[in-house]
């Protein structure tokens, strides 16, 4: 059970170019999302699913695209990257949140820098 | 919309002395809250939940929360603080509408168990 995993772990970007992250898990989780992580800014949510098939923005989404075509994929893209994309970017997945022990389980983070 | 605050940046204490790192939050309705741990280049961990019932709770590690309604606060506290608590802590709460089911995080704060 390797719970949330995230490819690549670091990756150097000079500006315009594109990228996808991958984010999988084995949980079976309907939920997942993807967050950024800047200093002095805590976690933000840049898009999430609810389902197969399903995606919704979040808190910060502009520049990135996000596609759930497998229950256990989500991936995160950037079309064409900016220095303000630099930043780490960490998956999650869940189940409803409704019960005592029901939490989101995150992955190892990604680390993006854009020159 | 629901929201939290964490009003330190960081928070500075000595091994064996106990610890607290403070949040405050504004939700409609009754709140879902959350504490989670993150260890330099680590994803964040989770460490105890409020929904309903006891306003002191139990988590991972020896931490435990008290949850204040009249103060609108959920602080995080341990008895007796290790220099591996050191990481960055975050509150969050949950917002839950129609299909949709996501934490809401604070900005984190940055503990710092001296020896």
């Known amino acids: 059970n390797a719970g949330v995993t995230q490819t690549p772990k670091f990756r150097v970007l000079k500006t315009g170019q594109s990228m996808t992250l991958l984010c999988a898990q084995d949980?079976?989780?309907?939920?997942m999302y993807w967050y950024r992580q800047d200093p002095g800014m805590g976690l933000r949510l840049i898009h999430y699913?609810?389902?197969?098939?399903?995606?919704a923005k979040g808190e910060v989404p502009d520049g990135y695209n996000v596609s759930r075509l497998k229950k256990q994929n989500f991936l995160l893209g950037l079309e064409s990257a900016a220095p303000s994309q630099t930043s780490v970017y960490f998956c999650?997945?869940?189940?409803?949140?409704?019960?005592?022990?029901?939490?989101?389980?995150f992955g190892p983070g990604t680390r993006l820098t854009v020159l | 919309a629901q929201s939290v605050a964490q009003p330190e940046d960081q928070v500075n204490v000595a091994e064996g002395n106990p610890l607290t790192v403070k949040c405050t939050y504004s939700?409609?309705?009754?709140?879902?809250l959350f504490w989670y741990v993150q260890y330099p280049n680590r994803g964040l961990q989770f460490l105890l939940k409020?929904?309903?019932?006891?306003?002191l709770v139990k988590g991972s590690y020896g931490f435990e929360a008290e949850f204040n309604k009249s103060q609108t606060s959920f602080h995080l506290k341990k008895p007796s603080a290790l220099v591996s608590d050191s990481a960055l802590y975050f509150c969050?709460?949950?917002?839950?509408?129609?299909?949709?089911?996501?934490?809401?995080f604070g900005t984190g704060t940055r503990l710092q168990v001296f020896p």
């Open positions: 939700v409609s309705g009754n709140p879902y």
């Open positions: 969050a709460v949950r917002d839950k509408a129609y299909n949709t089911d996501k934490l809401i």
């Open positions: 409020y929904i309903t019932g006891d306003n």
């Open positions: 699913s609810v389902g197969e098939g399903t995606t």
């Open positions: 999650a997945s869940s189940y409803a949140l409704a019960g005592p022990t029901d939490t989101q389980y």
């Open positions: 949980m079976n989780h309907e939920y």
